[in-house]
């Protein structure tokens, strides 16, 4: 029997992330959302093409394939779009193939304040403002930066990368480390180092993608072909000695990543650019950049990396 939607992994995703809607915006700006409206009804049948979240919600959705009795995942999209004009979105759902049936369309009014009531774990959106308003609230959301969209339908794996300080776990260390030198950092972080760290905003996507895995741990004992789609790793400026307190708060949230990068300052893209995530979340943009763009960015503006001041 299908996991009720209280026990699934969800995602929500807003239009503007999941498919492009450059075009369709412009309309907008430029003629208001009368015009708006019948542009998109007389482009009715014409698809939307992929958006930045596309190849990772693709894969992402490839796991209830996996798992057919249980369907342990689900996208939900949330929209400021009217239902009507939404119904070229669910069109372009269904020419590309995407198992979505749940949908919020709130008529230009953001949609955050419903992610719990999905049970979402993420809320993924090209609108900066609907992501700060979300995470104002507590919930868990990020911004979906600009940059190419690669979607090899050959490569079955879902790859999904974190930054660790102000994103899985809070962002108590960060704020020792910004407030004095790197030396005092590590000090702190080896006194501390037997203490896990409270849980960030994407803990909990964290935890239940751990959950998952272990799905597809009993899937590969029962059968060795079994080929397996999703992949994590985290992807953190920390080094020795400040790398143990990650390793402890794992350990005692009973998680792990498939990779872990201690990178001690060194430039995150250039472990990026061979790992390809799908997704990569950070809460520095400093950190979400990359040469041509191509890799698929998500700012987590929370914390003291986001304030201002």
């Known amino acids: 029997m299908p996991f009720p939607i ?69 996208v939900v999209l949330l929209s400021r779009n009217s239902a009507i004009t939404g119904k070229r979105v669910f069109r372009s759902i269904d020419h590309h193939g995407l198992d979505i049936t749940r949908a919020a369309f709130l008529e230009g009014k953001s949609p955050y304040a419903y992610i719990p009531a999905f049970n979402a774990s993420l809320f993924l959106s090209a609108n900066g403002s ?67 760290l409270d849980p960030g905003l994407l803990a909990s996507l964290f935890r239940k993608l751990s959950s998952l895995q272990t799905l597809e741990d009993e899937a590969e004992e029962a059968n060795p072909d079994y080929r397996r789609v999703l992949r994590t790793a985290i992807v953190t400026a920390r080094n020795a000695p400040a790398h143990e307190r990650v390793i402890t708060t794992l350990e005692h949230w009973g998680v792990n990543a498939n990779e872990t990068f201690f990178l001690g300052g ?38 003291i990396a986001n304030e201002s001041g």
């Open 6 to 74: 209280d026990q699934k992994l969800v995602i929500a995703v807003s239009s503007s992330a999941l498919f492009d809607l450059s075009e369709s915006d412009r309309v907008f700006r430029e003629q208001g959302s009368k015009a708006y409206r019948q542009y998109q009804e007389s482009h009715l049948n014409e698809p939307l093409g992929k958006g930045v979240a596309f190849p990772f919600v693709r894969r992402f959705l490839s796991i209830n394939a996996r798992f057919p009795d249980e369907r342990p995942v689900e």
């Open 130 to 196: 609907d992501v700060l308003d979300a995470i104002r609230f507590g919930f868990p959301a990020g911004k979906v930066l600009p940059s190419a969209v690669v979607d090899d339908e050959a490569d079955a794996e879902l790859r999904i990368a974190f930054d660790f300080d102000g994103v899985i776990a809070d962002d108590a260390s960060e704020r020792i480390f910004k407030g004095g030198e790197l030396e005092a950092f590590h000090r702190h972080e080896r006194e501390k180092s037997h203490i896990p």
């Open 266 to 303: 060194m430039t995150k893209e250039r472990i990026l650019t061979v790992l390809k995530p799908h997704m990569f979340f950070d809460d520095q943009l400093g950190h979400l950049e990359s040469a041509g763009g191509g890799i698929p960015m998500v700012h987590i503006p929370f914390g």
